[in-house]
């Protein structure tokens, strides 16, 4: 099909979906030209639909869009990667569903960020290959609090700006960060990170291909960086409170995450 000013294409993550009418579904895809993006599917709930089935969540699509007057039409789908096959065991479905609702929590319509969907599009494929899934959520949610600009210093006090080499730290999710121990409140039970858990902390925030990168948090890192994504969203994630707890279990290593 020939484009028209009324018709565009765009490459995009199938975030989420909700139902329109009878027969129809609003998609939200995260795509790589403009962000975030709302298209209506028309008669994807019918039996006959031919684009239904490469609409599940956590695919990769390109998809033609037609403008409408209030929200676009998805007229044409093409399934670039496939991962609902894989995502639907119920492990990796859950980090799946996490990792799309801090997608779709942080990023906007209208702004792309190819930097965090390359970072989405790189979690899914690991998360699809993966037997032990969980393990990758607190890299991804580091880098993409690195990526979106609203990562806290993880080397200084939030409050003095003393470097916390040296010591232990707390996460003050009030303060917005670490807090060395000469600034953190006395009356307040606040997460303690040793320095091992601080630089376990920094390497789960480190560039793809840095030097002193981790793929693997501790299990009390883990819960730290939980509680940094749930500060920086005013709220814990929903996938997360239906999933349980996050901490991770098993040191097995697992080498889906080198994708991250
Ligand atoms: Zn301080």
Redesign the pocket.
Known sequence: MATSARTYKARGIVLRARNLGEADRILTLFTLEHGKLDGVAKGLRRARSRIGGRLEFGNEVAVTMHRGRSLDVISGVEILREHWSALVEPSRFAVAAMASEMIDAFCEPDLAMPDIYALLAGMLAAIARSAEPRMLLPRFSMRLLEALGIAPPLDR?V????LLAREHAWLDGEAGGF??D??RERGRLLPELAKEELANLRALAAPRGAEQRAVRALPSVARAVELLVAHNLGRRLKSVAAAGDLGTKSPAEDIHAQAL
Not at 159 to 162: D, T, V, W
Request: charged share 20%; with cysteine.
């Open positions: 006090c409050r003095c700006g003393n807090v060395d000469p600034c």
